[in-house]
């Protein structure tokens, strides 16, 4: 710090910002997955622990998770796990991609249990009727089905999974909007420091909405709801 | 692990933590959500007018407000206040504008752009022959508005606008980044000031917890409610 201009400093911020985003996401895509597919998974006790997981990670602010990530958790492990824990280097970088991850993957679980829903029943039987176990029937037919589904409310998750690392500016990231706060305060020039983030941001938004459109267009099967 | 966990610390700040934090995180949220719909609904209207112009301005607003983060908006407006109060009031320097009005100027602009899509959404749900026969028994568009589209498009997107407002709730804990005395803000400052942050931060998200399980608990029972009405 205190190198380069006031671009650099913007677009490491942003650089950043990208990172936390995307081990975030991969997080959230990981644990949304599970917890959706346990929802809609006949067992009991199944869609109880995907039930308890939504609603506790839907319930309570991210910013506040962030905090119990943070600060709490350490002083609640083992004395030792704790010291470890918080002189990890980078310690808000992966507080903020795993906290904001876990507060995404309710969000995943969610769309993902409205995706497979969604489906026709006749789908599900069918598999069986083929001799195939649950997990294949997950695995070959309901969840490329469900995932195409998906894809667009899934863009804009991922979309708020980028805004949402702006968080973790309060456990002492810097990414972008951390970034331009300290430009401004460097250089007293307010607007010109929040105007530049704000562009910023409405690049990579455009990026990705691009980025996604094309994804979709890609995995589109001909003939299907999702397809043309 | 709870070895030293102290509760005392919990139960002296409790009148604190309630009195000056959750009434400013319930005041800020009412207010928020009262004045996002307001103004949401407007752009909705903007929207749906028919007049390119109008809805090409409320169409780049609302995309405009859906891509930046929150904490940047707050920051934006923390700043921006003043300046747009020196040019409402032609004062001659910058106002100072209070710690709530700024932040409930904030979430104002920023909700009003996602209750627009709620209540977008709502509008669009309603059976285009009910404008029409309210156009045909003579209604302007003012009367087929207030009596006839919105009251329904309200009701049919109630469930939605609620949880909109839980999600409100929850992010008015961010104008922590102004340090502005909210509940977490209060939690926060109790829990910095005794060196007790375990404490006041699970206190906290176990009252955040609970309200908001208890809001979309009852949003569970008004849309099923409503589906038989429907």
Do not use: H, T
């Given at each position: 710090m205190g190198t380069g201009t006031y671009l650099d400093m913007l677009l490491s911020g942003l650089v950043l910002t990208l990172k936390t985003a995307v081990l975030a996401w991969i997080i959230a895509l990981v644990f949304g997955s599970l917890v959706g597919v346990m929802r809609t998974l006949p067992s009991k006790a199944a869609g109880w622990f995907g039930f308890c997981w939504v609603e506790f990670f839907r319930n309570m602010p991210l910013l506040v998770q962030l905090f119990l990530w943070f600060f709490v958790l350490p002083e609640l492990l083992p004395k030792a796990a704790g010291l470890w824990l918080k002189q990890l280097p980078n310690a808000p970088f992966w507080t903020a991609a795993i906290g904001i991850g876990f507060f995404m993957s309710a969000r995943v679980a969610i769309q993902l249990q409205a995706g497979i829903s969604s489906l026709p029943r006749g789908q599900k039987m069918a598999a069986t009727a083929l001799g195939l176990t649950t997990m294949q029937g997950y695995r070959y037919i309901l969840l490329p089905m469900a995932f195409r589904i998906i894809l667009p409310p899934l863009t804009s998750e991922f979309l708020n999974t980028i805004k949402n690392t702006a968080v973790a500016i309060t456990i002492g990231l810097i990414e972008l909007t951390g970034q331009a706060r300290s430009m401004q305060e460097f250089s007293f020039q307010v607007f010109e420091a929040f105007t530049a983030a704000t562009i910023l941001y409405l690049l990579v938004n455009a990026v990705v909405v691009t980025a996604m459109r094309f994804l979709e267009r890609w995995v589109a099967i001909p003939g299907y709801i999702t397809g043309k | 692990m709870f070895s030293n966990f102290d509760f005392g610390v919990i139960i002296r700040a409790l009148p604190y933590l309630f009195y000056e934090g959750m009434t400013f995180t319930l005041l800020l949220t009412g207010l928020a959500a009262l004045g996002g719909l307001v103004f949401g609904t407007a752009i909705a209207l903007m929207r749906l007018s028919g007049y390119k112009i109008l809805g090409r301005i409320a169409g780049v607003y609302v995309d405009f407000m859906r891509s930046l983060p929150l904490v940047l908006v707050i920051f934006w407006f923390y700043f921006l206040v003043p300046y747009i109060g020196q040019w409402v009031t032609g004062a001659s320097r910058p106002i100072s504008v209070g710690a709530f009005a700024s932040s409930l100027i904030t979430f104002i602009m920023f909700e009003a752009a996602y209750f627009s899509e709620i209540m977008r959404a709502g509008i669009q749900?309603?059976?285009?022959?009910q404008p029409a026969a309210a156009n045909a028994l003579g209604l302007t568009y003012a009367q087929t508005m207030r009596y006839v589209v919105l009251p329904q498009a309200f009701r049919n997107m109630l469930p939605v606008l609620i949880t909109q407002t839980i999600v409100l709730f929850q992010d008015t804990s961010l104008v922590y980044v102004l340090s502005i005395t909210d509940f977490l803000g209060a939690a926060s400052k109790v829990a910095q000031r005794d060196g007790r942050l375990v404490e006041m931060y699970l206190f906290a998200a176990i009252v955040y917890f609970t309200i908001s399980c208890i809001a979309s608990f009852g949003v569970r029972r008004l849309q099923a409610r409503i589906a038989i009405i429907r």
């Open positions: - | 749900s309603i059976s285009r022959g």
